[in-house]
């Protein structure tokens, strides 16, 4: 069966180091995306991509970079790493960019605690 | 632009009681509506989506929504509470024009059911 995978599902780093949390995905679809979810704030986007060599800045990108060089990764990575990005991560896919109505397939999240 | 309000951070039943949980959006133009679940520790799966071909939808689980465009509104119901459907409830809204296949999505509501 066709799913997507997030790894670690734990990582507990320190400030200023650089983490890259992990996704893949098996459904072979062209849109990915990544959320961070706060307590009292919901699922808010960090990053996107509708393909390979396609990435896009969401509401909250300050402090993460991605990239997209195959269909089925797109990974995370915090550049240099602060408490406040403390968090539950979700990776997300989604069919065909120009269908409003495709469901997005979430991941089992990434627990990242920064010290 | 697109957002979503949800009422009610936190909502509590008992079990065999009805369920509502309530969601209103914004949007210029016609929505496309989506309601995810998210049992603890796990990802966000889907529950239901309006794509506009019947304004009443019927998801997994027994849940259901209605799309009222007069009130802006998309309230997930259920008629019977169980102990299982204890879990985080997200409402989200489809993005238009250049960023298609983004998902907008609510705070959250935190459904507890007492037995």
């Known amino acids: 069966d066709a799913e997507i995978t997030q790894s670690p599902r734990h990582k507990i780093t320190e400030t200023g180091r650089q983490v890259t949390l992990a996704c893949h995905q098996t459904?072979?679809?062209?849109?990915m995306f990544w959320y961070r979810q706060d307590l009292g704030h919901g699922l808010r986007l960090i990053h996107y991509?509708?393909?390979?060599?396609?990435?896009n800045k969401g509401e909250v990108s300050d402090g993460y970079s991605v990239s997209r060089s195959n269909t089925e990764d797109l990974p995370l990575t915090l550049e240099s790493a602060a408490s406040s990005q403390t968090s539950v991560y979700f990776c997300?896919?989604?069919?065909?960019?120009?269908?409003?109505?495709?469901?997005?397939?979430f991941g089992p999240g990434t627990r990242l605690t920064v010290l | 632009a697109q957002s979503v309000t949800q009422l009610g951070s936190h909502v509590s039943v008992s079990e065999g009681a009805l369920v509502l949980l309530r969601c209103n959006y914004s949007?210029?133009?016609?929505?496309?509506l989506f309601w995810y679940v998210q049992y603890p520790n796990q990802g966000l799966q889907l529950l239901l989506k309006?794509?506009?071909?019947?304004?009443l939808v019927k998801g997994i689980n027994g849940f259901e929504a209605e799309f009222k465009k007069s009130e802006t509104s998309f309230h997930l119901t259920k008629p019977s509470a169980h102990m299982s459907d204890a879990a985080e409830y997200f409402c989200?809204?489809?993005?238009?024009?250049?960023?298609?296949?983004?998902?907008?999505f609510g705070r959250g509501t935190q459904l507890t059911v007492w037995p």
């Open positions: 997300a896919s989604s069919a065909n960019r120009a269908r409003r109505t495709d469901t997005q397939y």
């Open positions: 459904w072979n679809h062209n849109n």
């Open positions: 991509s509708y393909g390979v060599q396609d990435t």
């Open positions: 949007s210029s133009v016609p929505p496309y």
């Open positions: 309006y794509t506009s071909a019947a304004t």
């Open positions: 989200a809204v489809s993005a238009r024009g250049s960023t298609l296949g983004r998902l907008y």
